[in-house]
């Protein structure tokens, strides 16, 4: 496999659920990210991850809770999320001195029921 | 708070034409960068530009940098229906990338 992968693809989750989203890299890079895109908001930040280092958390509710094993895999674990926490999950990764140089993988469509 | 501001929001047109949309800030910027986003996948980068007054081409696809690096426009010529999807305008702000509101492109045959 190349690029950057997701699974899964689509997720339904009642509140009280607890589900993991799964992002793998095979570009060799060593920073890693979670964005969140919502419907009217641009794409927000959600997490960074420098070397397995978590850099940067911007505000992002407990609910959320990310893990990077090593530098090439990235889990956003959820629990107890809210309706308006439904919305496209995507992960990227680039080279840490090519912030700009981001790639994308094809997201994971959560729906909060 | 940097913001990019896209416009317009949302563009319409027939296969053939001509559009160019734009991605305006407050903010100098030390790069700018473009990205696409098709339906159901993630963005994918387009091209960077870094000097101001900056021209680029990609096929037909043409980025231009403000003088001031504040702004940028993406000209597209002849447009088909495969340019259709989300065109975001991107800045580096403190190691981390932060994204425009958008342009969502639809090129009818």
């Known amino acids: 496999e190349t690029g950057v992968t997701q699974t899964p693809r689509h997720l339904v989750m009642g509140m009280t659920n607890k589900k993991s989203l799964k992002c793998e890299q095979h570009l060799g890079h060593n920073a890693m990210y979670w964005y969140k895109q919502s419907a009217k908001k641009p794409l927000e930040l959600m997490f960074v991850?420098?070397?397995?280092?978590?850099?940067e958390n911007n505000s992002v509710p407990s609910r959320f809770s990310p893990e990077c094993p090593n530098s090439s895999h990235l889990f956003l674990h959820l629990h107890t999320l809210q309706p308006e926490d439904s919305a496209l999950y995507l992960c990227?990764?680039?080279?840490?001195?090519?912030?700009?140089?981001?790639?994308f993988g094809p997201g994971t469509r959560l729906t909060v029921t | 708070t940097q913001l990019l501001e896209q416009s317009p929001q949302f563009l319409s047109i027939q296969e053939g034409e001509n559009l160019t949309v734009y991605c305006n800030s407050s903010s100098v910027f030390s790069s700018l960068q473009w990205y696409r986003q098709e339906p159901g996948e993630g963005p994918v980068l387009l091209v960077t530009v870094v000097t101001g007054g900056e021209v680029k081409k990609l096929k037909r696809l043409t980025f231009q940098f403000g003088d001031a690096r504040k702004d940028s426009s993406l000209h597209i010529t002849a447009a088909q229906p495969g340019d259709t999807g989300l065109y975001l305008c991107?800045?580096?702000?403190?190691?981390?990338?932060?994204f425009g509101t958008g342009t969502r492109l639809t090129v009818i045959p």
């Open positions: 990227a990764s680039s080279l840490r001195d090519r912030v700009y140089e981001q790639y």
């Open positions: 991850y420098n070397f397995k280092e978590q850099t």
């Open positions: 991107a800045a580096t702000g403190a190691n981390n990338l932060f």
